[in-house]
C-alpha cells in the first residue's frame, strides 16, 4: 500500500478529500454499511467480516490517526488517495466487493476474501509477469481470437495496443502507472 500512496500523497493535498461525486456517495454508503453497531466509526472486527485475514493491512492504511477506528474523514481521504493513484472505476470496483461481502455476512453465508491490497491497491509491476518474447506461442487460437476481440472493443489492436484516451474512457479513471 505504502508505494501506491506514495506518488498520491505527493500530488494529493494532506487531509482533503477530492473524490468525484459519484465516488464520494459510494463512499459514505459504503461506511454506513460497514459501521455495523452505528458507532461512527469502523473497528477492525467490521472490517474482518468482510475482508478476513487481510483486513489488518487495510485497516492500518485507511486508520490515519491510529485510534483503532475508522472514522468517515479517513475513509473519504483513503478512497480519495486511491481514485488519485487508481482511477475511479478502482473506487467502484473496492465499494461494490465489499458491499457484496457485507451482504454475504449479514445473511450469514460466506464471503469471498480476495486479497484487496495486492490485487487493486499494491503496484501492479510487482505482479506482472515475465515477458515472453513470442507470446503468440503459449496462446492457442481462440486465446489469440479472444484477445483480438477484446482489443477491438476498447478502441486498439493487439499490434498496436490500446490508445491511452481509450483505456482510460473505458476504466473510468486515470491509467498512468497501472499498465503501462
Known amino acids: 500500500l505504502d508505494s501506491v500512496f506514495e506518488e498520491a500523497n505527493l500530488s494529493h493535498p494532506a487531509n482533503r478529500v477530492l473524490l ?3 465516488s464520494l456517495k459510494l463512499v459514505e454508503n459504503l461506511f454506513e454499511i460497514l459501521d455495523t453497531d452505528g458507532d461512527g466509526a469502523i473497528d477492525i472486527h467490521e472490517l474482518e467480516a468482510v475482508q478476513g485475514h487481510d ?3 487495510l485497516f492500518r492504511h485507511i486508520d490515519a490517526n491510529d485510534d ?3 472514522n468517515l474523514e479517513e475513509m473519504f481521504i483513503f478512497f ?3 481514485e488519485k493513484s487508481r482511477g475511479a472505476r478502482t473506487v467502484e ?3 461494490q466487493y465489499f458491499e ?12 469471498t476474501v480476495l486479497p484487496v491490497t495486492q490485487m487493486l491497491i499494491e503496484s501492479f509491476e510487482l ?3 515475465e515477458e515472453t518474447t513470442s507470446p503468440t506461442e503459449l496462446l492457442d487460437v481462440s486465446d489469440r481470437t479472444r484477445i483480438t476481440e477484446l482489443f477491438l472493443k476498447v478502441g486498439g489492436t493487439p499490434e498496436s495496443g490500446v490508445p491511452k484516451s481509450a483505456f482510460n474512457k473505458r476504466w473510468g479513471g486515470e491509467s498512468s502507472e497501472m499498465f503501462s
Open 20 to 22: 468525484e461525486p459519484r
Open 55 to 57: 483486513a489488518s493491512q
Open 68 to 70: 483503532a477506528n475508522i
Open 80 to 82: 480519495s488517495k486511491l
Open 93 to 95: 470496483l473496492l465499494v
Open 100 to 111: 457484496m461481502n457485507a451482504l454475504n455476512h449479514a445473511r450469514g453465508n460466506d464471503v
Open 127 to 129: 505482479h506482472r509477469p
